[in-house]
Every structure is written in C-alpha cells, then in structure tokens.
C-alpha cells in the first residue's frame, strides 16, 4: 500500500481500471446518476478478448441499463437461443433453451454470440456517450491509499509515457484477469483446485451449423480428455475450442495449432462440424491462443473505497458463458452502491455489504451449478473427468465452498464442509435427473424442459438472471424482495438501493 502526499480534493467522483464490460457498465451507470467518472484502459479499443457467448440478462438487463440495445441491434451479432450440449451419458445432444424458463420466454429469451471486439468498443463507447473521461493507452500501475487507509488515487502512465496521478472519491478495479491491482483490496485469492483447467482456441471459416432454429447456440461437447466449445459468430465463422486438464500445458505450449487441430478431432461432434471448415491463419483471428481458466474468488471483493469488478474480483469455467454476465452484473451491483453512497441515501458500510453478498452469492450459485455440471456421468472414463467428480473435492475446496455458500447464499453462517459436500452431491443428482428426464434435442419440447428448469440447482442459477432481465424489459423492480436476509432492493431507476418495503422470501 503506498500513501498520497497530503490532502487534495478528489477530481472525480469515481475513476474506473479498465474498460472491458466490468469496466464500461460500472462507469456508465455512475455516470447516468451524474456523478464525475474517469475510466482508464491500457489498450486501445477496439482490442481482442475471448468470452464470446453472452446470457439474456446481459442483454436483456443490464445492457438495457445501459442504453446500448439499439447499438447491439445494429451490430447483428449471432441470436443465441440456448445452449446445446453433447454431455453426460447420452451420446445425443440436449438443449438448454432460454425459452422455456417461464421467466425468459417471449421476445427477450435470447442473447448473442459476439466478436468481443466489436461489443466490448460498443460498451465503452457508450460510456464516453454517457459523460465518462474514456482515456485509452492509459496504464494504472499503483492505487493509492490516504493515511487512514483509504484508497485515493491511482498512479497511471498516459499515451503519452507521462506519470499521472488521477484522484477519486471511489476507485474500482475492473482490470480483467491478468492485473495485480485486486491484492490492494486483499491478499487472499482462492483457486479452486478443482477447475484448474487449460483451454486452447482458434477460429475456423465454413464449419457446420446446428439445424434450425438452434443454428445460433452454443455447442459444447464432451470427449475423454476435456470438453469443446463450438460458437458461430456469423454465418462463415465459428470460434472452437477445448478445454482440458492443465497436467496438457507443455503439450499445449509446444505446438499450439497441433493442439487445437488433434483435440478438436477427438471430439467426435466438432471433429464432424469441422470437416469442411478452414482454420483462420490470418489477422486477428488467425492465432492459436492459450488461457488457462482456473476457477478463483477473491477473499474480499471491496475494501475502503476500492472495489473489484469482473475477472479482478472472480472468474468461474468457461463452460456456462458466465464471464460477461458475472463482469457486466459486478457492474451494476458497484454502481448501486456508490451511487447510493455518493448521493448520501446510504451508509457506506450497508452499500458495500450488499455489493459484496450480492455478487459473492452470484458467484456461488454458478459455482454450484458448474461443480453439479461437470459431475454428470460422462461416457468418458479419463483422469479429466475422473477428477471433476463431487466425491474427488479435497478439504480445502470444500472449505472455501462452504465460506462462500455458508457466509452469503444460505444466510447459514455455520456451514460445515461436510455438509457442503453434501449439498453439491445433491445438486449434482438433482441435475443428472433433471437431464435424464428432459432428454435429446427436443427443441420444442416446453413440457421436457421445464423438468430442468425445476431442478433446485438450476432455479438457483436463473433467479438473480431472470430479476435483472424483468427489470431492464419492464423498466421496475418494486416488486423485488431482498436476495439476502435483511438486504437492500434496487431503487425505481434500477441505479441505486433502498430499503425494502417486502419482507425477505425464506430459503
Ligand atoms: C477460455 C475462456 C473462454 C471464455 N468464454 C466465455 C464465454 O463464452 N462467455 C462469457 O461471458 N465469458 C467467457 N469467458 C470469460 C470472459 O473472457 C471474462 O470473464 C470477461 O472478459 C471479463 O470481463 P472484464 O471486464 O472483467 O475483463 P476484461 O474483458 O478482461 O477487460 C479488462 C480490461 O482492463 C484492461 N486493463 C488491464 N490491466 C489494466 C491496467 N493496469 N490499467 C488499465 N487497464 C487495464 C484490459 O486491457 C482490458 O481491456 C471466457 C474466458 C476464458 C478464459
């Protein structure tokens, strides 16, 4: 922790590290409530990332907040109605469509599949629009604390190699998965040992599509040594590629197209998607990548004034398309409780509580649907998924489980990791059924789908989901109740929190 030097006003009320969607959302929506935002970005938009696959209530919700539906439109990103999976012992593929959750049917049961060059340069676009300061190729190296040990400033290096120093009255970090800036909040990082997994991945020109209506979903599928993702990201394009045990690194790392093309063969529905598909060699797309996608949570998500956002605070496995969703709702759960702060409705302590719970519970839910997820029996008899069963959880993932489900989602303060091993054994049975029961692509199939849809584990996942989306379609959240025992609700403009005038829901 370093200290400013004496005393100055803060030039901005808030001044934002990073602009991917964490970044954009949190700064637009400050900046909707009129308060003065400085959003600075290392690179220069537009910039690559991968996380293509996006959820309705980014879409539907938060990007509503947001003011960009027009833009998205405009853009013709890929409609993605659902997910289809080659996964668990049914060598058939299922859906998960959007719209036969009860909440997300009709017009907004949809999301997009998109070049995250594109949607990312929209989001932070429009936070300039919005009022934001947007400076580019503007690297924070430092954020500052005052004496009493609140964070101040931050240190940053302009486009033009100059050292600056920027004050705000709140500073959040939404630097993404590769910054540092995060153990200014806290040391204490936990990656789970669990999902400690390698992905390596490409783009192919002229692979094969789903039929019909599905033609716009993700596919993934399992093989014996990982899972694959299949995106169509235009008609021509499609982004694959596969995700298996980090013991592959060095293989990996040594022939990174080889890699690509030997694992993308194995599994048996890409290899036949593929097989008139060109790999991209060229331009932006033309290279191998490599992301290893641990599974972690950061101890604290805020700490005197300084908040995490995004990839900085958590990230959760590929696998269900969370990334954006988690980063864009990190977004608006900060923005709700520094607006609120910074216009003196509420105690700081209570704002930050509700900011943290609230995305620590989100966290959680996904993490009990991912670890539910990759316990389904496979066809497969490897060390991968061997490995990813609930009776293979060590102590300490068990531990760290039940802290976050013990201290936030259940209101149960004393969950033991016997019991939290417990819970996640049921929730994986509970899916397994529900999969069973809902059966092959039947795409239609309203009645088969709802059974999943009713599995414990998977209302869970879609409850925060579909609140958010309900808000950004119908414009008002005075029917919300608190997600948390004694917790706040979102204010009319959806920009803020209140108290609640409805008693909590038990359970
Ligand atoms: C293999 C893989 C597949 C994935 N697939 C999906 C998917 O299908 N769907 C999905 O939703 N998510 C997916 N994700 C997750 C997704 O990529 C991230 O969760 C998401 O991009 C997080 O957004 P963010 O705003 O937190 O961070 P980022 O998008 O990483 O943005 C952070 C920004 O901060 C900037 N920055 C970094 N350091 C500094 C600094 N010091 N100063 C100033 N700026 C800085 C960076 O340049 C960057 O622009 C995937 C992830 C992996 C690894």
Redesign the pocket.
């Known amino acids: 922790m370093t200290s400013t030097a004496g005393a100055q006003s803060p030039e901005f009320d808030v001044v934002v590290?990073?602009?991917?969607?964490?970044?954009s959302s949190v700064a637009t929506l400050i900046a909707r409530r009129g308060h003065s935002v400085l959003l600075?970005?290392?690179?220069r938009f537009p910039?690559y990332?991968?996380?293509?696959?996006?959820l309705p209530a980014t879409v539907h919700g938060v990007c509503r907040l947001l003011e960009v539906t027009d833009d998205l439109e405009r853009a013709a990103f890929t409609v993605k109605r659902g997910g289809t999976f080659r996964w668990g012992t049914s060598p058939d593929p299922w859906n998960f469509l959007f719209a036969v959750s009860p909440q997300l049917s009709g017009p907004t049961s949809y999301a997009y599949q998109v070049d995250r060059m594109v949607f990312?340069e929209i989001l932070l676009r429009n936070a300039a629009r919005h009022g934001v300061d947007v400076r580019e190729e503007?690297?924070?190296a430092e954020v500052l604390r005052g004496p009493d040990g609140r964070a101040e400033a931050v240190r940053y290096t302009d486009a033009d190699g100059e050292s600056r120093t920027a004050r705000g009255r709140f500073v959040v970090d939404?630097?993404?998965?590769?910054?540092r800036?995060w153990n200014q909040v806290t040391s204490d990082r936990h990656y789970s040992d669990f999902f400690k997994n390698i992905?390596v991945?490409g783009y192919f020109l002229g692979g094969k599509r789903l039929p019909g209506p599905d033609k716009g979903n993700i596919l993934c599928a399992a093989f014996d040594v990982g899972w694959c993702w299949y995106i169509p990201l235009s008609e021509e394009l499609t982004s694959v590629?596969a995700v298996v045990h980090r013991s592959q690194a060095a293989l990996i790392q040594a022939d990174r197209e080889k890699a690509l093309l030997d694992l993308t063969g194995r599994c048996d529905i890409v290899a036949d998607y593929l097989s008139d598909a060109t790999r991209v060699t060229e331009g932006v797309h033309g290279q191998v990548r490599v992301?290893k996608?641990y599974s972690y949570a950061t101890g604290s998500f805020v700490r005197d004034g300084m908040l995490l956002?995004?990839?900085?605070a958590c990230?959760i496995d590929?696998v269900f398309?969370?990334?954006?969703?988690?980063?864009t709702y990190g977004g608006l759960l900060a923005a709700r409780s520094i607006n609120s702060v910074l216009a003196g409705e509420l105690d700081e302590a209570a704002a930050m509580t509700e900011f943290e719970d609230r995305y620590r519970r989100e966290y959680t839910v996904f993490y009990e649907f991912l670890t539910a997820f990759y316990d389904m029996r496979q066809r497969e008899d490897s060390y991968f998924w061997q490995a990813r069963r609930v009776t293979s959880f060590g102590k300490t993932d068990l531990e760290a489980f039940a802290t976050l489900v013990g201290g936030v989602a259940s209101g149960d303060r004393g969950l033991s990791p016997e019991a939290a091993g417990g819970r996640l054994a049921t929730a994986s049975s509970d899916l397994t059924r529900a999969v069973a029961e809902t059966g092959a692509m039947q795409t239609e199939s309203g009645e088969r789908m709802t059974k999943l849809f009713k599995a414990p584990v998977v209302a869970n996942v879609m409850a925060e989901m579909n609140q958010i989306q309900s808000r950004g379609v119908l414009g008002d959240g005075s029917a919300e109740s608190p997600v948390l025992p004694g917790g706040l609700v979102p204010s009319a403009d959806g920009l803020g929190w209140v108290a609640p005038t409805m008693q909590p829901v038990e359970g």
């Not at 990332?49 to 996006?54: N, P």
């Open positions: 590290i990073g602009g991917g969607p964490g970044g600075l970005e290392k690179e910039r990332q991968i996380g293509e696959s996006l990312d503007c690297a924070v939404a630097s993404g998965n590769t910054g800036l992905a991945f590629g992301r996608d956002v995004g990839d900085a990230f590929p398309s969370t990334g954006v969703h988690l980063a």
